[in-house]
């Protein structure tokens, strides 16, 4: 009996101590204060879990249509996913560099991940990361799919293709 008070004790004493530290403003949310190991491991295998379980597998899309690149590549301009991750021939923009977790280099991601990842990914974005959901920025399946097909030909895709795909008529 004692031994149970004692645990409810320390509980209610943790709870106390959370909510002081996290209320109380002691908790810093700087980005430039760096996570501590821990926790940067934390959210690395949260955010590839829950990935993995809400996206599901890819079905039967077709993603070689270079008419679907092309849409994918001009999409990827106008979206302006180029300020934060960069493009073929085009650096992203400085203000990038100041995003904790920083943007990663889609060319490597794109090996790394299924189609329906990266398309679950873009059109619900990343809570607490910069990081948006295209689907409230107002973007359709079909755009997002042709993103899709556009990153998966990343590594492929040279600087003078991207400017002509994306070059205003
Ligand atoms: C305001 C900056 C910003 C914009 C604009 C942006 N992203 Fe991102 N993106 C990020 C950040 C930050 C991450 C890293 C999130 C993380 O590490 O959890 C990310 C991650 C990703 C990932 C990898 C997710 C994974 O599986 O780990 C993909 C794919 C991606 N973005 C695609 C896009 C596409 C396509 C667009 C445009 C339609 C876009 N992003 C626009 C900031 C941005």
Redesign the pocket.
Known sequence: MRFLATIGALAIITAFGAAIFFFGGFFNVAATEPDPGLVNWALVKI?TAS?ERHAGVTGAVTLDDPTILQTGARA?AA???V???GAPGMEWQKF?EG?R????D?KE?GKE?EPA??FW??KNG?KM????S?ALAGAEDKEIWA?VAF?KKLPNVSDSDFKAWTAKP
């Open positions: 955010r990935i990827f979206r302006g996913c300020n934060c991750h990038s995003l977790p920083d943007p990663p889609l991601i991940r990842q990266l990914v873009i990343i990361t910069g990081m948006p295209f993103i990153i």
